[in-house]
């Protein structure tokens, strides 16, 4: 989990400034040192870890979806993001259990949509 999580901040970091207006690239600076303080600490249900786990999953997902806003496609993104999610929830029944989970994967999605969109 840590691994691939620093993995993708990582990969994903050259591809966010590249396609960031000037003056926002500081966004997905926060929003991937969030997903890589996420990846730290992969034991939510502890309650120290559960902490940083939770603060880092909400930078992250926040500073995420303020990036996607500074993207041309954003709106596609989003929706995109989101109609993915709620298959996702309708086909688990997990939203009750996996609310902030949910959450993260509608920020993740958005993020990845809106990089893809733009080299495109």
């Known amino acids: 989990f840590t691994a691939t999580l620093w993995a993708m901040a990582f990969i994903l970091l050259p591809a966010l400034l590249e396609i960031t207006p000037d003056g926002w690239k500081w966004l997905a600076f926060i929003a991937l040192a969030g997903i890589g303080f996420v ?23 926040v500073f ?6 500074t993207t041309s496609y954003w709106y596609a ?7 993915i999610c709620m298959l996702g929830i309708a086909a688990t029944d997990s939203w009750r259990s996996g609310k902030t989970f949910w959450l993260e994967m509608l920020a993740f999605g958005a993020v990845y949509f809106s990089a893809i969109f733009e080299q495109m």
């Open 39 to 61: 990846g730290s600490a992969p034991f939510f249900h502890d309650s120290g870890e559960g902490t940083v786990h939770t603060v880092a999953a909400i930078i992250a997902a």
């Open 64 to 69: 995420g979806l303020a990036w996607t806003i």
């Open 77 to 83: 993104a989003l929706a995109l993001a989101f109609c």
